[in-house]
């Protein structure tokens, strides 16, 4: 998985033909590493067009149940409301640890917005500061399409037709989105639910779809008793996040990456709060699941 791209510039309008060659590259690989780019966000914009335009992140609504961004208007690009400013800067552009959104703890094995009814069909991150080399941050993809085709048979046949529901109240770092409340019941748990396996609608492929690693009730699998939800699912991450299906990219000044949040979960390592990292992300338009 994983494909370099050169000779192309994003700030520049595309032909047709390359248009399709790089929406056929992304089917093909998954993740598409653009190098060197030199972008604003008018042209982040345009490049998500390409692959298919841009969806609201599913994070939005609790910032405005609480009465609007405010104190987290630097999380949001100005020219642009559909981009998220991706950083462990604080509301001051101070690096820091904890900024109360990913700032710069580790963020586990995860789709994007898997905890919306119709989930984005892909991410697009724009990186625009690094911390040194050896300071964090990397990021890792794994290919899930692989996962499902090495699942053992038996684990195929248990998840066969299964959903889990995927709960809402916390980032990808874990922390309590603003006004979100932490279930302790299978009844509190918001999010909506999504198959086991889901079929890529452009390869037709199977892929493991886990979402993100919570504890019960957050995870479960819809009318499975609580025991054999916890079990069953932990072999599944187990299986899925085997070194074997990953690819890291060390992150450089100028790197636009997109990659299918469809078919492969990304993680990123612990950031030193010394260093700044920042990031300009778009999602892209997804489709309603489609089960295995």
Known sequence: MGAEIKGVDLSMPLPDDVQEGLRK????HMVLVFRGQHVNDD???EAAGIFGGVQEV???KYYFLKGGLGEHDHR???SHPSISIISNLDANGHPVQDNGALGSYEVTWHSDNSYVEIPPAG???YAL???PEGNGGETSFNNQYMAFEELPDELKHAIHGKSQRHDSSRNSAGVLRPGAKLPTTLDEVE???HPLVRIHPVTRKP???LGRRRVWPSNHIVGMPDAESRALLSKLWEHATQEKYAWTLHWQVGDLVLWDNRCCMHYRTEINPQYSRVMHRIVIKGESVIPW
């Open 191 to 193: 999010g909506p639910i």
């Open 58 to 60: 599913g994070s939005r």
């Open 25 to 28: 590259a992304w089917a093909d």
């Open 207 to 209: 892929a493991l779809y």
């Open 129 to 131: 500061e690094i911390p």
């Open 43 to 45: 042209q982040l914009v």
């Open 123 to 125: 991410s697009m991150l």
């Open 76 to 78: 949001v690009s100005k």
